[in-house]
């Protein structure tokens, strides 16, 4: 079946423009999480969202990062005002259930602020 | 809180010799562990999990690992690897508190060589 799918693969923006990132879960899955891969801090969680509860933003980096869950489906990450700092590979994850679980990862999306 | 940390972030090896990738984790509460793998330009795949049950976990492509909790180790072994484990991988622990949030250590690249 499907994985999990995420767009665009790469994006290369100019520091102070907005982006948004979509990620499209397996479906069916309740869970969808949000990783961000960088050389300098490496794998590290963003936001997390379980079925039709208030979404876990322990780990947004500032206020310029946001997230929404739209029809307990596809999601978007945005970043408001890049800075270079954000450049980084954004991952998208998804899980079957509420609990622990495995996580299917998509591909990523590589994004570059210059 | 809980940290994960691998204590190599290169391995080189030749092929068919055997390989052994050291994660050690700290946590407070009782933890659930991971083991991923990135290809070049890919997302993570699942190599096997600690959940419940046996120790010795085994999991994808010959790979297994040995939950530890009095050493709070997981290390990763393949008895004889192939050029097509050259990767990186990811040991990765999440608790009941932490709701699957994974914490991720900062990878070990291997490098088979012929």
């Given at each position: 079946g499907?994985?999990?799918?995420?767009s665009?693969?790469?994006?290369?923006?100019?520091?102070?423009?907005?982006v948004e990132?979509?990620?499209?879960?397996?479906?069916?899955?309740?869970?969808?999480?949000?990783?961000?891969q960088?050389?300098?801090?490496?794998?590290?969680?963003?936001?997390?969202f379980?079925?039709?509860?208030a979404?876990d933003?322990?780990?947004?980096p500032?206020?310029?990062?946001?997230a929404e869950r739209?029809?307990?489906s596809?999601?978007?990450?945005?970043?408001?005002r890049?800075?270079?700092?954000d450049?980084?590979?954004y991952?998208?994850?998804?899980?079957?259930?509420?609990?622990?679980?495995e996580?299917?990862?998509?591909?990523?999306?590589r994004?570059t602020?210059? | 809180a809980?940290s994960?940390?691998q204590?190599?972030s290169q391995?080189?090896v030749?092929e068919?010799?055997?390989?052994?990738?050291?994660c050690?984790y700290?946590s407070?509460?009782?933890v659930?562990l991971?083991w991923?793998?990135?290809?070049?330009?890919?997302?993570?795949?699942?190599l096997?999990?600690?959940?419940?049950?046996?120790?010795?976990?085994?999991?994808?492509?010959?790979?297994e690992?040995?939950?530890?909790?009095?050493?709070t180790?997981?290390h990763l072994?393949?008895?004889?690897?192939?050029?097509s484990?050259t990767?990186?991988?990811?040991?990765?622990?999440?608790?009941k508190?932490a709701?699957n949030?994974?914490?991720?250590?900062g990878?070990t690249r291997?490098?088979?060589?012929?």
């Amino acid at each position: 079946g499907a994985g999990v799918s995420q767009s665009p693969s790469n994006k290369v923006t100019e520091k102070g423009k907005d982006v948004e990132l979509r990620c499209d879960p397996i479906s069916g899955h309740t869970a969808l999480y949000w990783y961000r891969q960088s050389l300098g801090q490496g794998l590290e969680f963003l936001i997390y969202f379980q079925g039709n509860s208030a979404p876990d933003k322990s780990g947004l980096p500032s206020d310029r990062f946001s997230a929404e869950r739209t029809g307990g489906s596809v999601s978007t990450l945005t970043i408001q005002r890049t800075q270079q700092e954000d450049s980084a590979v954004y991952l998208c994850a998804s899980s079957p259930r509420q609990g622990i679980d495995e996580q299917f990862f998509g591909p990523g999306t590589r994004l570059t602020v210059l | 809180a809980q940290s994960v940390t691998q204590l190599d972030s290169q391995v080189p090896v030749f092929e068919e010799a055997p390989v052994e990738l050291r994660c050690n984790y700290s946590s407070s509460v009782s933890v659930y562990l991971f083991w991923y793998v990135q290809y070049p330009n890919q997302g993570l795949q699942l190599l096997l999990k600690y959940l419940s049950g046996s120790t010795l976990v085994k999991g994808i492509n010959g790979f297994e690992a040995e939950f530890n909790k009095s050493q709070t180790s997981f290390h990763l072994r393949k008895p004889s690897v192939h050029i097509s484990d050259t990767a990186e991988y990811f040991c990765a622990v999440t608790s009941k508190a932490a709701g699957n949030k994974l914490t991720f250590g900062g990878g070990t690249r291997v490098l088979v060589k012929p």
